[in-house]
């Protein structure tokens, strides 16, 4: 047992007052003081660590409505938002429960107040005052009075610190700002420097050659892959749709009506024959052959249908610029000709509508691009403009087809008419003879001959050319916008009724701890304090608690005075 050896000078214990603990009623009620509530001896502390907790979570609060739907970067602090609302549901949880705690503590004196109760509920309160496992154990073993409400909410409190985290989310946005950095090109005309055009008294077959245009066939026939000539500071859009000047080509095989009229003539001695066909496009083609010595792997030629000698009128297969013919073969060991394919092709002046433009990086494409629709076979009519030197202009009026608006369109008939005479050249039309032959002109049957898909080639020479036009002298910059993915915070009210709820009931808890406590002064306001308990004393034959009238400033000042040690 312990043995208390009391300072002689200590303030002698007053005669003790008795409350029973069975079913007769007390005669005799032991009055303790007390103080007004905002003193150090009543609930100052508890109050204050209350509102303390009441103002925390109010702060946090406040803090989620500021950042509800804004970017991230709007939080100023060098804490992170994260973990300042870690640091603040810490600091609320902590404020909250030292009330709590005292207010379970002071509960069991209500509860022993009330009526018989079993010593060991003594245990139980205080474990209750002190974690989860003592609160779970007073909802279930005791009957449920005031302290109940502190154990749901020494439960909850496990609860409060993740609820209010998981009330954050951050994700990313898109923030989209116009920047005249994002730009691509586009042409409603194609007009050449006047240096371009040679001497004065040039005419249309003297025109010199567009340096970019050529180059762009070159790209596409080769099936070189180009990149568009974008500006682009990260990742951007375009909104509008833009229409510009272009390009396109249709290819056909046409193998077995060109060999069907094809016409041959040969020398059976000798083993020599030669054979001329036409396709139907129009376009001549011509083929050797000679046993055991030589055979004709590839023959393209080319026709002009731009008119040389006069610009002021259009010919009836405009906007068709060139038509193409292309023979191919394989020989074997005698040089015969097998597998052969002939291919009709044609390059057009067109437009396309753009739409959808995006880039990301070094990627950019189109999400629809669309041939424009005028609404007939040829919008395109031809005008002089002598003050320029380039003869005829070919143009369309502005027009609306449907719900697309088409602007004026021009480009200049020399220009087509030099790059038809371009492909009519030898650096283009050739003839491929393997074997025992001279082939003074190569054009392009590296690029063309043997099993490449002709059609694409030439689809891909129509976009090139397309392309050079855009970003040609006339070039028009289409303005889009930046897109910057950046986090925004989104706040999740429904995860905070989970705090509002905890420090609801912590208010209440207060409430009414204070209340019944102020209500009477039977009841010692000794809170949780252990020192509380050497003031009681178990008459256990008599089944009650002998109990002292000091309040819990003199036990302390008594047990400062006294000693105690362990037998």
Not at 99 to 118: A, D, E, Y
Not at 286 to 308: C, E, I, P, Q, V
Not at 404 to 418: C, Q, R
Not at 434 to 459: E, K, P, Q, Y
């Amino acid at each position: 047992m312990a043995r208390l050896d009391s300072n002689p000078k200590a303030h002698p214990y007053e005669p003790p007052q008795v409350s029973e603990l069975d079913s007769e009623p007390q005669t005799a009620t032991t009055e303790y003081k007390r103080h007004p509530v905002y003193s150090p001896s009543e609930w100052l502390l508890e109050s204050i660590s209350s509102i303390v907790a009441l103002g925390l979570l109010i702060g946090i609060a406040v803090i989620f409505w500021y950042m509800d739907n804004k970017p991230l970067s709007a939080w100023r602090p060098s804490v992170s938002l994260n973990a300042t609302i870690s640091i603040l549901t810490t600091a609320c949880t902590t404020a909250l429960m030292h009330g709590v705690s005292t207010f379970i503590g002071q509960s069991k004196w209500l509860h022993f107040k009330s009526g018989p109760r079993r010593l060991a509920d003594f245990e139980t309160f205080d474990g209750a005052s002190r974690g989860i496992w003592g609160s779970i154990l007073l909802l279930t073993t005791v009957k449920w009075n005031i302290a109940t409400i502190g154990a749901f909410i020494t439960i909850l409190r496990l609860a409060f610190s993740p609820f209010a985290q998981q009330v954050i989310l951050i994700e990313q946005r898109e923030i989209i700002s116009s920047a005249d950095t994002a730009t691509f090109g586009y042409a409603h005309n194609y007009t050449r420097s006047e240096a371009d055009m040679g001497l004065a008294n040039a005419r249309i077959s003297n025109i010199r050659q567009d340096p970019d245009m050529q180059f762009s066939i070159i790209q596409g026939l080769y099936g070189v892959n180009t990149t568009e000539s974008f500006k682009c500071p990260g990742e951007c859009r375009w909104t509008g749709p833009y229409i510009s000047l272009g390009f396109k080509s249709e290819c056909r095989n046409v193998t077995r009506e060109t060999l069907q009229a094809a016409t041959c003539e040969g020398d059976g001695e000798s083993g020599m024959q030669q054979c001329n066909m036409t396709t139907p496009g129009g376009i001549d083609l011509a083929t050797r052959y000679y046993t055991t010595d030589l055979g004709t792997a590839y023959y393209m030629n080319s026709s002009s249908l731009m008119d040389k000698a006069a610009s002021d009128r259009l010919p009836d297969t405009f906007p068709e610029i060139s038509r193409f013919a292309i023979y191919r073969s394989t020989t074997d060991n005698n040089f015969a000709m097998q597998d052969i394919n002939i291919t009709d092709c044609s390059l057009s002046l067109t437009a396309y509508e753009y739409t959808g433009a995006k880039a990301n990086g070094s990627d950019f494409s189109f999400a629809t691009t669309r041939e424009v629709d005028f609404g007939m076979k040829n919008p395109w009519t031809s005008g002089t403009d002598l003050a320029i030197r380039d003869f005829n202009r070919i143009h369309t009026n502005e027009s609306t087809i449907g719900d697309i608006h088409i602007p004026a369109l021009e480009i200049g008939y020399t220009t087509l008419a030099g790059l038809a005479s371009y492909f009519e050249s030898t650096s283009v039309s050739t003839e491929w003879v393997a074997g025992n032959f001279v082939n003074a002109n190569t054009g392009f049957v590296a690029a063309l001959s043997g099993d490449v898909d002709i059609s694409n080639r030439f689809d891909r020479m129509a976009a090139a050319i397309t392309e050079s036009v855009r970003y040609g002298p006339n070039m028009q910059s289409a303005h889009g916008v930046i897109v910057q993915s950046e986090p925004f915070v989104f706040i999740r009210w429904g995860y905070f009724i989970v705090p509002i709820v905890t420090e609801g009931l912590a208010i209440l808890f207060a409430i009414l701890t204070i209340f019944s406590n102020r209500q009477s002064r039977s009841v010692p306001l000794w809170k949780s304090s252990t020192l509380a308990v050497l003031a009681c004393q178990n008459e256990e034959g008599l089944g009650h608690l002998q109990t002292t009238g000091k309040d819990i400033n003199e036990i302390r000042d008594e047990a400062k005075k006294a000693e105690a040690r362990l037998q």
